[in-house]
């Protein structure tokens, strides 16, 4: 399954990076991300701190929304996934809902500039017929006008559930198992990612998630298998730069290894652990049969 998509006159490429985007990548002395994605959690926390109302906060996010976007866009980002509304937020009080699907119609419209100016590509996964009609409209206007852009791509996750995905991803290559397209013996991990909401893009290399909570709460679970964490207790609406530099940071402090080692490592664990196999190939416990 594809995320909605069209085409535009207008379409831009990537900004040119500019000196302080260039330092701050060869600062880091490390891997950079190509694709990051964002767990925005705490809007309400952040609001209800301050003896404000929790749609406060939503709209404070927004704001969050625009600085990261452009940011991510200016550091040379490739891919940035929000996850913007989950399956679950459907629970949530009806004024709550209502007006988080108002203020997802006000982002799109009033970010197309940013979009455009950036090069950024809207795109959107997720069960997307469950939004309200006029957050469709303007979701699909928005990628229409955005989707000749060759810069960033900007995937907002709506209606999402990342068992949900699964499932539908399932379901699509069980109809065409029941169609004749294909055949059940060709499932695989390759062949079911092709089923996903947006097979095109790679996986996250980094998942940050603000306000603190240390779980993934059903976002990207197909994708996130070899994603690194990283948590702040910044709520959402707080963070924006400094906290983004920071998660680029840890990023690239750390080592990336796939189940495997590094070439270097595994050698030198072979050669400091030889000898000791060979002891254990000797001893009376080996001979007779111990474990």
Not at 170 to 196: H, I, K, N, Q
Request: with cysteine; glycine share 10%.
């Amino acid at each position: 399954m594809s995320p909605w998509s069209g085409g535009h006159d207008g379409a831009t490429g990537p900004p040119e990076p500019t000196p302080e985007a260039l330092a701050f990548r060869e600062s880091l002395g490390g891997v950079f991300p190509d694709h990051v994605a964002i767990i925005m959690d705490g809007n309400g926390r952040w609001a209800q701190e301050r003896g404000w109302v929790r749609v406060r906060g939503h709209k404070e996010g927004t704001e969050s929304v625009r600085a990261i976007t452009t940011i991510a866009a200016e550091l040379g980002c490739k891919s940035l996934t929000l996850y913007a509304f989950s399956r679950e937020n459907w629970k949530r009080p009806d004024f709550e809902v209502s007006t988080l699907m108002r203020l997802l119609r006000l982002y799109l419209r009033r970010e197309l500039r940013t979009l455009m100016e950036n090069g950024i590509r809207l795109v959107a996964i997720g069960r997307l017929t469950d939004l309200p009609e006029y957050a469709q409209r303007a979701l699909r206007e928005t990628m229409e006008k955005t989707a000749g852009n060759t810069g960033m791509v900007l995937r907002l996750a709506l209606s999402y559930g990342g068992r949900t995905e699964v499932a539908d991803a399932l379901r699509s290559f069980s109809e065409d198992v029941a169609a004749g397209r294909r055949r059940p013996d060709e499932v695989d991990e390759e062949t079911l990612r092709e089923y996903l909401y947006d097979p095109g893009t790679g996986d996250p290399d980094l998942i940050i998630r603000t306000a603190g909570e240390m779980r993934l709460s059903n976002f990207l679970l197909w994708q996130a298998s070899y994603a690194e964490f990283y948590v702040t207790e910044d709520c959402w609406p707080d963070f924006r730069r400094p906290q983004f530099e920071e998660a680029l940071r840890a990023f690239a402090a750390r080592k990336r290894k796939f189940g495997a080692l590094p070439a270097e490592a595994e050698e030198q664990a072979d050669l400091e652990g030889l000898e000791d196999v060979l002891e254990l190939e000797g001893s009376p416990e080996h001979s007779e049969g111990g474990a």
